[in-house]
């Protein structure tokens, strides 16, 4: 069994139907991916993420990404609020998320708009804090201020997602209480020093992560140069994760089906309603959801 905890299905990549989506999801699951967390990222795609975790009996999470902060109104945290009320008794809620910070994105790190993420966090931490939920956390170039931000309002618990870091900015994370997503990026020959951190951290800190249809593995990735040759960037999908799997026991020199057993564990932790969702007797089936859909009229501006 593999959980990729971190996946946006909803993605245009995956068209506007859903049907590259399910066929994705499908693929992913004779893989032995049984669940996939997808984050929201904008208020508009609230329902259709809730809507389409339920759909394939996955889990889903309920924020405002950092790149989307400058389009947002204040009034979207309010709508934030009323949604993860709505959605409390929903088994397929699991987090607050996507969250964080981006100073990676020239634009985003203006003093401006650096402050208005800074606000944006801040108040989404209250929001996990209040429904008493985990938090799933962009740090593009943004570590040590999220951590700053978490130590202010520790949540519950928590993944670092994509984390590229420094030992001691992973043992800060650990220290509030999350765990640490790995995914494609492993995969490059170049990437040695996360490839390290992988290797030493301790098992009980990993997750496993695709972010598809983003952050593409190395044997996936179309380098510039081939873009600009017309050849098409190759869309990352769940049904990568077993490979990004197979190459993290690789390194930590484990039998891949240990490394799948401790990060599953390791993602349960985290986000424990996942444990409830992944336990219910269509847990075998991830693509057949039985639970009472959401009423989504809550979500729409």
Not at 23 to 29: L, M, S
Not at 250 to 264: F, M
Request: net charge neutral; aromatic share 6%.
């Amino acid at each position: 069994m593999w959980i990729d905890t971190h996946c946006h299905l909803d993605a245009p990549a995956f068209g506007p139907d859903h049907a590259l989506a399910i066929a994705a999801r499908a693929r992913a699951a004779a893989l032995g991916v049984q669940r996939c967390v997808l984050p929201a990222v904008q208020r508009s795609n609230w329902g259709n993420v809730c809507a389409l975790a339920q759909r394939l009996g996955d889990a889903y999470a309920l924020g405002i990404h950092p790149l989307f902060v400058p389009q947002a109104k204040e009034d979207d945290l309010a709508a934030l609020d009323a949604a993860l009320e709505q959605a409390r008794a929903d088994p397929h809620l699991v987090a607050v998320g996507e969250i964080g910070l981006d100073f990676f994105v020239p634009a985003l790190c203006e003093p401006a708009q650096r402050e208005r993420q800074l606000w944006f966090c801040r108040q989404q931490l209250r929001l996990a804090r209040k429904h008493r939920l985990p938090v799933i956390l962009h740090l593009r170039r943004s570590a040590d201020a999220v951590l700053q931000l978490l130590r202010e309002q520790p949540p519950p618990s928590g993944i670092a997602h994509a984390f590229n870091g420094s030992a001691a900015q992973a043992e800060a994370f650990l220290r509030l209480g999350c765990k640490l997503g790995f995914g494609g990026a492993l995969s490059f020959e170049a990437a040695l020093r996360l490839r390290r951190l992988a290797a030493t951290l301790p098992l009980s800190a990993l997750v496993l992560e695709t972010d598809a249809p983003d952050m593409p593995p190395q044997w996936l990735y179309v380098s510039a140069a081939q873009r600009a040759a017309g050849h098409a960037q190759s869309v990352n999908s769940p049904a990568e994760l077993p490979r990004m799997g197979a190459l993290l026991a690789e390194l930590r020199g484990l039998p891949p089906a240990e490394l799948a057993a401790a990060t599953c564990a390791n993602a349960l932790a985290a986000l424990p309603r996942l444990g409830a969702l992944t336990a219910q007797p269509n847990a075998g089936d991830p693509l057949i959801s039985l639970e009472k859909p959401v009423n989504l009229a809550v979500f729409q501006r």
